[in-house]
Each structure stands twice: as C-alpha cells, then as structure tokens.
C-alpha cells in the first residue's frame, strides 16, 4: 500500500519530525507514506495561483490511480469509510492545494474530500491527513490503536 500526499507548500521544518513519525509509523503496516511539499517559483499574485498550482501539481497526478483533492466542499468521511478507501486501492493520492485552492478543471479529475469543516494550516492538514491514513492502516490490520 502506498498514500502519496502532494501538497502546495514550503517544506517546514518544524513538522518534519511529526511527519517523518508518521511516515516510520505506517511502515509496520509494510505500507509507504509519501510526502512532496511543491512550491511553484513563479507564483508571484494570487490571479495567476489556481493555474500555477494545477501546473505544479498535474505531472503527479495518475489517471490509474485514485485520487483525492484535500476540499472544503469534498465529501467527510469517518474513520472506518475512510479504511475501506485504502482498503480497496493498492495506491492513493491526495492532493493538497495552496491558499487559494484548486482550480475547477483539476477539481474534476479528482474526487474531493474534506477533513473538517474547520480549516487548517497546509502543515496541519498533511499532519491531519497522515494521522487518518495511520488510524486506517490500524484498522485494516486489527490494531488496537483505533480503539
């Protein structure tokens, strides 16, 4: 199993050793979290952001290999619909946008989700996103850390 995390960020180096945690820890469920921080040089004003992120972030998206777009309209999921996405899928790709959000063509090539209601940092909702695709992993497996 395989969860790529594509993300319109810097990378930051205060969560890297959260994220680097997650990534080790979804390891004992022989499953590999990727995680690629994109940040498109030209991106000077948010009137040209949406299509400099769908730029950055296209050469990663796979036509044969699902993907989810990190939206505040997309679909909630709970903990156990959550599992049975992974569960189904050998790899999964999440996409992350920028502060200005993705442009509708990109929207249609992915199904959109959306961890809360509430909105977070890029940082936060890579951390959030990690954690939920650990918690499925545990799930998938009988772990007891769900319980």
């Not at 180096?13 to 979290?33: G, H, I, M, V």
């Not at 993907?67 to 992974?86: M, N, R, V, W």
Request: glycine share 2%; charged share 15%; with cysteine.
């Amino acid at each position: 199993m395989t969860c790529s995390i594509y993300a319109i960020a810097k990378k930051n180096p205060d969560f890297a050793p959260l994220l680097a945690q997650q990534q080790r820890a979804c390891q004992q469920f022989k499953a590999t979290l990727e995680i690629v921080d994109i940040f498109p040089k030209a991106l000077t004003n948010s009137s040209n952001a949406k299509s400099l992120y769908s730029k950055a972030l296209s050469p990663y998206l796979k036509p044969s290999i699902p993907a989810y777009a990190l939206h505040p309209a997309g679909k909630t999921y709970d903990s156990q619909e959550f599992s049975q996405i992974l569960s189904t899928h050998a790899h999964v790709q999440f996409f992350i946008a920028g502060a200005f959000g993705f442009e509708k063509e990109f929207l249609t090539r992915c199904t959109p989700l959306s961890l809360s209601p509430l909105t977070f940092s890029h940082e936060m909702a890579k951390l959030v996103l990690c954690e939920q695709i650990f918690r499925a992993l545990s799930l998938l497996n009988n772990h007891p850390y769900h319980k």
